[in-house]
């Protein structure tokens, strides 16, 4: 089983372990995949406030925020605590190949999924080919070279 390196990942990775806390955005794991005429995007957003949650197509940028509020609660003195809160932002460029009026999104049990149909457009579709006995009342191209009367 071959191992894959991202770059991106471990540098994030290595500044994280370097300042303790990131500030700033925090990037959500995601999946995607398609599924016939549609993508299927299943974002990992674990004690998200689904209120908090955003999601908004301008042009071809899909957009994903969402807010993860620190637990404050009074009297207690904190072991540990671990667990990242703050905004959360991923960004995708969708292109123009998709239908962005009917894409849905469902928050469950700290998954957001979103189903983002393929456009009618952008579905492939199969042309016929018409073979030449069935297709005479077409005009003859004229193939011969090109004469030249300027001589």
Excluded: C
Aim: glycine share 8%.
């Amino acid at each position: 089983m071959a191992m894959s390196f991202d770059p991106f990942t471990e540098l994030d990775r290595l500044t994280g372990a370097l300042t303790g806390m990131r500030q700033g955005p925090r990037v959500m794991p995601v999946d995607l995949y398609r599924d016939g005429d549609r993508y299927v995007l299943n974002a990992d957003m674990p004690g998200i406030d689904p209120g908090s949650v955003d999601v908004d197509v301008d042009g071809q940028l899909l957009t994903i925020r969402a807010n993860r509020t620190p637990d404050t609660r009074d009297g207690v003195k904190w072991l540990a605590q671990e667990r990242p809160h703050g905004s959360y932002l991923r960004q995708f460029s969708v292109g123009e190949g998709i239908d962005s009026s009917r894409i849905t999104a469902h928050y469950d049990n700290g998954v957001l999924s979103l189903v983002i149909p393929v456009s009618e457009r952008a579905k492939p579709r199969k042309i016929e080919v018409v073979s030449g006995q069935a297709h005479e009342n077409v005009d003859a191209i004229d193939a011969s070279p090109a004469r030249d009367t300027a001589s």
